[in-house]
């Protein structure tokens, strides 16, 4: 498969099409983001790397790092973790509050806010140092020690996370968060400031394509089962109220954030991310998720 190829032509083709969509303005600093930036990057587990445009300039991945934190979650808390945050699709915004008071403080899944939050707060009570240690879990994963926050994003993200706040407040009074309401909010923000390249992102996620297991090393970071469930996580939950379109069109796992990026895997073939600022109402990249429908489009590839 001639993957270049067709990143040429999604380059082109897209250079005479208008995308609709608004840079993420409720976090002030990803506001200040060119609408206009486009990058593609492509990482083949049986080697090679292919690239289209913007794909080396860093972006806040945002809720793209639920699924790191998650990874990490479960190698501390292993499936008890389920006994906290279910595996059900939304179908709501992902910052609504509306599910939790319904369904006592257990949010539908990993992927929404308020189950990333709970995540959180099992990852603060298993790790020393919270911030350091998730940072190297992340560094290793990407195979790049200069992946890191971005204080400024996460400074803004804690100014204006009041949605956030209420989400880990009606989960504290039903008893699903352990420890400090404030501490647990101020990892969550840093974590999902982490900043990183669609080559960066797309190398990160090889993990999820190979079974569980980091391409440049052969370390097995989860099991073979345990990459499976994560990817069909991303498959049913990773864009909030709109997985099944996300499904229906592109046909791959993928997780989603509202700095533009898409991260996607096909298992035992390659990952892709994908950047491009501009948010359809959904809080998803519509440039983005129309580049990766032409991806499986024209190479004829999905899991389905």
Known sequence: MNYQEILNEIGLDFQR???PGKVASYIPELAKVSADKFGMHICCLQGGDYSMGDDAELFSIQSISKV????LALLHEGDDIWKRVDVEP????FNSLVQLEFENGIPRNPL???????????LVSHLKNPKPDYLTFVRKLANDPTVDFNLKVAASEKEWGFRNSALINLMKSFGNIKNDVEEVLDFYFHKCSIEMSCATLARTFLLFANGGK????GEAVVSRSQAKRINALMQTCGFYDEAGEFSFRVGLPGKSGVGGGIAAVHP???????WSPRLNPKGNSSQGMAALEALTTKSGLSIF
């Not at 790191?68 to 990874?71: E, G, M, R």
Request: charged residues 10%; aromatic residues 6%; contains cysteine.
């Open 68 to 71: 790191l934190s998650l990874t």
């Open 214 to 217: 980091l391409l440049h090393s």
């Open 17 to 19: 099409l208008d995308f």
């Open 112 to 122: 929404i806010n308020a189950g990333a939050l709970v995540v959180c707060d099992i």
């Open 90 to 93: 939304s179908g709501d915004p």
């Open 268 to 274: 035992g073939a390659y990952s892709v991310a994908v």
